[in-house]
Each structure stands twice: as C-alpha cells, then as structure tokens.
C-alpha cells in the first residue's frame, strides 16, 4: 500500500510541476503579446506623428531635390540659349 502512495505522489508532483510549467509559459508569452501592442502603438504613434527631426530631414530631402531640378533646368536652359 505505501508503494501505490508513493506512485500517485509522484504522479501528483509530476502534474503539478507540468501545471507550474504550462502557467509560466502562458505567462510569457502573455508578456510577449503585451510587449508586441506595446510596440505597435509606439510605431502607430510615430507614422501618425513623427517627430521634428523626421520633420526636418524630409524637408532636407525636398530642398535638395528641389535644388537638384533647379540645376537640371539650368542646364536645359542653357543648352537651349547655345542651340539657339
């Protein structure tokens, strides 16, 4: 009789240390989920607003194409003065 309590307390600590197992695990990948729409809104929050330096890069990048256009056209111009 002692050996069919030892078997079944064995098998008790064995579906308790699984039960301790599966609760760990869906508490990380709880966290996880929760880290995931964390990161979600910051990235949603940023493409809806981004930031002045953002700001200030794009227009570096308009005033450089807009100064690269007025080069090209420039030189249209001046090819056409010397063609004509």
Request: proline share 1%; charged share 15%.
């Amino acid at each position: 009789m002692n050996r069919n309590n030892n078997n079944s307390n064995q098998s008790s600590s064995k579906e308790i240390l699984a039960a301790r197992l599966a609760f760990i695990g869906a508490s990380i990948a709880t966290l996880g989920d929760g880290l995931s729409a964390i990161a979600a809104g910051i990235a949603l929050d940023i493409l809806e607003n981004p930031s002045d330096a953002m700001r200030s890069q794009h227009q570096t990048n308009q005033f450089e194409t807009s100064q690269q256009l007025d080069l090209y056209i420039n030189e249209l111009i001046n090819l056409r003065n010397n063609i004509t």
